[in-house]
């Protein structure tokens, strides 16, 4: 059975407080919007993360204790978590940890770029429904236009003598025929 050492409790008391909001607002997402401000947020988080567990990492393995303006860049941060055990000085349990750790920073990394993808596709698909929606408005404008443009005709058409008006209407007909052809349109009748 492994035992632990009594951890800060007000860290611990955070660590809790934190998860349990990151569950709530996971919890309060209830539209696509709301999951897109989610992946951007948690991909700011997980950048938290990551830079906090390098932070952990310098002050309580490579340099204990050591002020966090004195830490190295995070890249040689990982070398060092990353450097074979030398000789008799360390434990391979401590190169296990140190390599852990590692895996912990390169975890909360992929976390980032999953959470970026994740919303790159949101974003993707957010823009197919806009796009699909001013379509079909765009469509309506013009069937509104269209159906306005023939009303029109058709009520110039009865201002005609009657057999005139038949002549206009076959003439209009082939036209409107004629136009379908070309374009493949489906266009009503007058």
């Not at 204990?64 to 000085?89: F, I, T, W, Y």
């Not at 360390?90 to 992929?110: D, L, M, R, S």
């Not at 443009?149 to 025929?177: F, H, K, N, S, V």
Request: with cysteine; glycine share 8%; net charge negative.
């Amino acid at each position: 059975m492994i035992v632990h050492d009594q951890w800060n409790p007000e860290l611990q008391a955070r660590l809790n407080q934190m998860a349990n909001e990151l569950l709530q607002i996971g919890g309060d997402c209830a539209s696509p919007k709301d999951l897109q401000h989610y992946l951007s947020e948690l991909g700011d988080l997980a950048s938290a993360i990551r830079y906090s567990v390098e932070h952990a990492a310098w002050r309580s393995l490579l340099a204990e204790g050591a002020p966090l303006d004195g830490k190295p860049s995070s890249r040689e941060v990982q070398e060092q978590l990353r450097r074979p055990p030398q000789a008799d000085l360390e434990h391979p349990g401590q190169a296990a940890q140190f390599a852990a750790v590692c895996n912990v920073i390169a975890g909360a990394e992929h976390l980032m770029e999953l959470a970026s993808s994740a919303w790159l596709a949101g974003f993707t698909e957010e823009t197919r429904r806009r796009v699909d929606g001013a379509r079909a408005q765009r469509a309506q404008a013009d069937k509104d236009t269209y159906d306005e443009i023939l009303g029109g005709i058709d009520r110039a058409l009865g201002a005609l003598p009657p057999d005139a008006q038949q002549t206009a209407r076959e003439a209009l007909g082939r036209e409107l025929a004629s136009i379908r052809q070309r374009t493949g349109a489906k266009t009503p009748q007058p």
